[in-house]
């Protein structure tokens, strides 16, 4: 009986994390002019993201997850670059780069409050909400001075009836769309 008791609430446990769906939404773009013309573009990039949330806490990133983080951008940089006819390279020194990119993640907690309600009600009780400004994209023109920061709020949806469509979250959650749609949106208004 004890053995089935620990199966059902690892099922329960599993079945509640499969009622969530989590969208990113970037704010306040720029307006765009319809093309780019072909440029070549030195970027230095800033990670700035010292922990991570969950349900009990921050806990501080490990060297070589920042590493791996920091890396994803900078790849995510050079292919949105190239999709956009730009010649890219990253440089370390801010005098030698014409694009300044500073990334701030600023998590918030796992679960909002209401979120929390849902779970306990094992997911009958339907909840959403926004986490606000988890993600800042500070893109900096160092040509021409320009500055503008992009802030990615996280949307999350939250009910029983979304388990058989959970698996859109693999598709929706991702911070290098946002990020993606941040520079381009800078490159083509700059």
Not at 23 to 31: G, H, I, K, N, Q
Not at 76 to 93: A, D, F, H
Request: proline residues 3%.
């Amino acid at each position: 009986m004890k053995c089935i008791c620990s199966k059902l609430f690892i099922l329960v446990a599993l079945f509640l994390s499969g009622c969530t769906i989590v969208t990113y939404e970037l704010r306040d773009e720029l307006p765009e002019n319809s093309s780019v013309a072909p440029c070549e573009i030195t970027f230095t990039l800033d990670l700035q993201s010292g922990s991570h949330t969950n349900s009990f806490g921050e806990n501080p990133h490990q060297v070589e997850a920042l590493k791996k983080i920091r890396q994803g951008y900078i790849t995510s940089t050079e292919k949105t670059l190239s999709e956009l006819g730009c010649i890219s390279n990253q440089v370390s020194n801010i005098a030698e780069a014409n694009l300044s990119v500073n990334v701030s993640r600023q998590l918030q907690l796992s679960a909002l409050p209401q979120e929390w309600l849902t779970g306990l009600s094992l997911g009958l009780i339907p909840s959403w909400g926004t986490k606000e400004g988890q993600y800042v994209f500070t893109f900096t023109n160092n040509e021409n001075g320009q500055t503008y920061s992009y802030k990615i709020d996280q949307n999350n949806y939250n009910h029983i009836v979304l388990f058989p469509v959970f698996w859109v979250t693999f598709f929706t959650a991702d911070e290098q769309k946002a990020y993606k749609s941040a520079l381009t949106n800078f490159i083509k208004s700059s």
